[in-house]
Nanobody, 115 residues
Framework: QVQLVESGGGLMQAGGSLRLSCAASGSISWSNNMGWFRQAPGRQRELVAAITGGGTTNYASSVKGRFTISRDNTKNTVSLQMNNLKPEDTAVYYC?????????WGQGTQVTVSS
């Protein structure tokens, strides 16, 4: 079992920055793939960014160059630095960890970007 606790969401004006963090506990190791997803009202959940245990990253085209995913394997945390936020980034953001073939999700944190 893996437990995930997210923090860092909030309200921000367009052009601003926010940093999301996700702390993982339980059956987790440095090799687990970790990532951030988001879901806006009326839309499907989508991948925002992912990072492997070795540090290889992958980004949605809509956030590339603005968002940066990172992880601290000593603390079992994954973070998402979001710069130059846009109103279309408004969504609930979820942390996800893959462990032993199972997907674990955080509770979600709301990010709202005003124009």
């Amino acid at each position: 079992q893996v437990q995930l606790v997210e923090s860092g969401g909030g309200l921000m004006q367009a052009g601003g920055s926010l940093r999301l963090s996700c702390a993982a506990s339980g059956s987790i190791s440095w090799s687990n793939n970790m990532g951030w997803f988001r879901q806006a009202p009326g839309r499907q959940r989508e991948l925002v960014a992912a990072i492997t245990g070795g540090g290889t990253t992958n980004y949605a085209s809509s956030v590339k160059g603005r968002f940066t995913i990172s992880r601290d394997n000593t603390k079992n945390t994954v973070s998402l630095q979001m710069n130059n936020l846009k109103p279309e980034d408004t969504a609930v953001y979820y942390c996800r960890v893959v462990s032993w073939g199972a997907f674990y999700w955080g509770q979600g944190t709301q990010v709202t970007v005003s124009s």
